[in-house]
Every structure is written in structure tokens, then in C-alpha cells.
């Protein structure tokens, strides 16, 4: 079975800087798909980026970025310019790509903190 | 707005009690899924249905049941309620297997 591990319960960044937050995943398959989503204090789940392993060029969008490391089943997200309404709980999730596996495995979170 | 919508928001219920908590997906959106978000659980996939079909099950106590209707619509119906139970429960959408699931805003269920 898939596992997703985020090793870091809490993190904290000031406004403006940046931050990296860590997720590892166990699987077997050779295709899947990674995701982090944000929840923020409203509950909504957001999806923030994407990956698809097939892929060897980083996922970006905007002040998002991922360094995925295929060899090392690492997912890492790192936030750019960091800003308040980045404040949320952040979930790395993990997809696979066949057999009877239709679902989200989602790692147990980070509490991102923005500092102003 | 993810296009999905979830009622009621809030549930406040007694142990050993049914609800039914709904679920819309996004217009087009053939894949719904059902997910439970607790403190010790974290988020869990617990079943989804694709164009009516049952297509996977997870961590779904028998006490739980789910369906989805001929206007894709879906619900969740949980029975002889714990305390456990107290949740948020999450639909999610898709147009495709391998496609982003949106999420619609949740209902918080609390059985008392």
C-alpha cells in the first residue's frame, strides 16, 4: 500500500521569505501522480500544484514550485515570497496510476505559520 | 468556488442516530469521491462512484453507505452514529481518474 510522510508537523516563515515543506511516499508503481493541496482556516481543501511522475521537469506555478526526486520518492514544496494568506495546513497527496488504486493517499500535514 | 457543493454544513446529532450528508458535483464531472477528515484519522478516502457505479472503497465502516444518483449527484449516509464519528466530511469531483479532484467546502459532522 501507498504511504505519504510529512515529517514536519509545524513550520513557521517570515513574510517574504521562503520555505520548503518535506513530504516522502512509499509505492511500487512506476506511474503516479503527486499533489500538494492547502487548507486554510475556511476547511476548503485547494489543490496547488501538480506532478506528474512521468514528468522530469519540476511542476511551477507562480510562487509554487516542487523539487521531485523519482529516485528518492521525495515531493518537497517550496514556497516563494511567502505571504499571510499563505498561512494553512498543507497536504502532500499521493495518486496512483492503475489497478484498484482510485484515491488520494494524503500525508498527515504541515502547519505553515506566516510571521509579518 | 470549486463548483462543488456539499449540504448541510454543519450536523449536530446524537449517538446512534442516521444523517445523510449530499453532495453535487461539477457540472461534467463523472467521479465523486467521499473522504472523512479527523483529528487521530487525518484525511481518508472512503469510497467513490464513478457515473453511478460503486468504483473503489477504503477505510468505510459497514455502518456507512454511500450512492450515487442518475443526475451524478451523491450521498453519504452514516447510521447508528458514534462519537467517533465526528468528522468533516469531503466530496470531491473529477472529470477523469487521473484528473485534480476539487473538493467541495465539507460538512462537519458532530455527534454528541
Known amino acids: 500500500a501507498q504511504t505519504v510522510t510529512q515529517s514536519q508537523p509545524e513550520m513557521s516563515v517570515q513574510e517574504a521569505e521562503t520555505v520548503t515543506l518535506s513530504c516522502t511516499y512509499d509505492t511500487s508503481e512506476s506511474d503516479y501522480y503527486l499533489f500538494w493541496y492547502k487548507q486554510p482556516p475556511s476547511r476548503q481543501m485547494i489543490l496547488v500544484i501538480r506532478q506528474e511522475a512521468y514528468k522530469q521537469q519540476n511542476a511551477t506555478e507562480n510562487r509554487f514550485s516542487v523539487n521531485f526526486q523519482k529516485a528518492a520518492k521525495s515531493f518537497s514544496l517550496k514556497i516563494s515570497d511567502s505571504q499571510l494568506g499563505d498561512a494553512a495546513m498543507y497536504f502532500c497527496a499521493y495518486w496512483g496510476s492503475g489497478g484498484s488504486n482510485y484515491k488520494l493517499t494524503f500525508g498527515k500535514g504541515t502547519l505553515l505559520t506566516v510571521n509579518p | 468556488d470549486s463548483g462543488v457543493t456539499q449540504t448541510p454544513k454543519h450536523l449536530i446529532t446524537a449517538t446512534g442516530q442516521r444523517v445523510t450528508l449530499r453532495c453535487s458535483p461539477r457540472s461534467g464531472d463523472l467521479s465523486v469521491y467521499w473522504y472523512q477528515q479527523s483529528l487521530d484519522q487525518g484525511l481518508q478516502f472512503l469510497i467513490q462512484y464513478y457515473n453511478g457505479e460503486e468504483r473503489a472503497k477504503g477505510n468505510i465502516l459497514e455502518r456507512f453507505s454511500a450512492q450515487q444518483f442518475p443526475d451524478l449527484h451523491s450521498e453519504l449516509n452514516l447510521s447508528s452514529l458514534e462519537l467517533g464519528d465526528s468528522a468533516l466530511y469531503f466530496c470531491?469531483?473529477?472529470?477523469?481518474?487521473?484528473?485534480?479532484?476539487?473538493f467541495g467546502p465539507g460538512t462537519r459532522l458532530t455527534v454528541l
Open positions: 470531491a469531483s473529477s472529470d477523469g481518474d487521473y484528473n485534480e479532484q476539487f
